[in-house]
């Protein structure tokens, strides 16, 4: 059975460039959420999708944006790349709120911008 | 806002022992706190979840507590094995969020 999908692994954008991530979540779950982890920092949210919708957002800039498909994967977007966006990028998926079983993560994507 | 606080020194115990890692929170009442394990380079792995009306929740050599009078969770791991080693994660929402903020972590090191 396989967990959730991220892809890819790693990436290495420029300053104002735009980046897409992708997230492929559990078999079973249809809820996926988004976060950044700086180094050494614990994950912050970004947003939340459900039925294709974003369900809520955490404190972070327009430029940040998503997409859920029907088949509940989802893209992360971010345009014109800053430095401090270099981090870890989780999709976490669930097939509730995630209170009752917990999120399951992806292995991330590693952004660098330089 | 609400704050949910992991102490940020790393935890170094000798294997056999048991380790205790702490999380407090300010600002709100969760209903529910988590907690994961994370290695380098890899996601959050969930390991437990204790409800507010739980005192102390186990599985196997992991036993969680959550004390609503002094706001903090405690998560132990009897027996520890260096294979133990990694950051662990609690996470909780205020009520009427399901959304769980995550602290920052605290490493654990468990030397053979």
């Known amino acids: 059975d396989a967990g959730v999908t991220q892809s890819p692994t790693h990436l290495i954008k420029t300053r104002g460039q735009q980046v897409t991530l992708r997230c492929s979540p559990k078999s079973g779950h249809d809820t996926v959420s988004w976060y950044q982890q700086a180094l050494g920092q614990g994950p912050q949210f970004i947003f939340q999708y459900y039925e294709e919708e974003e369900r809520q957002r955490g404190n972070f800039p327009d430029r940040f944006s998503g997409h859920q498909f029907p088949n509940y994967s989802s893209e992360l977007n971010v345009n014109a790349l800053l430095l401090g966006d270099s981090a870890l990028y989780l999709c976490a998926s669930s097939s509730d709120t995630g209170t009752a079983r917990g999120y399951t993560f992806g292995s991330g994507t590693r952004l660098t911008v330089v | 806002s609400q704050k949910i606080e992991q102490n940020s020194e790393a935890l170094n115990i000798q294997e056999g022992k048991t380790a205790t890692l702490t999380c407090n929170y300010t600002n709100y009442s969760p209903a529910y706190l988590q907690w994961y394990r994370q290695d380098p380079g890899r996601g959050p792995v969930f390991l437990l979840l204790i409800r507010e009306n739980e005192k102390e929740k186990r599985k196997e050599r992991l036993k969680v507590t959550f004390d609503t009078t002094l706001k903090q969770s405690l998560f132990h791991i009897t027996a520890s094995q260096p294979a133990d080693s990694a950051t662990y994660l609690c996470?909780?929402?205020?009520?009427?969020?399901?959304?769980?903020?995550f602290g920052r972590g605290t490493s654990l090191i468990v030397h053979p």
């Open positions: 996470a909780s929402s205020d009520r009427g969020s399901y959304i769980p903020t």
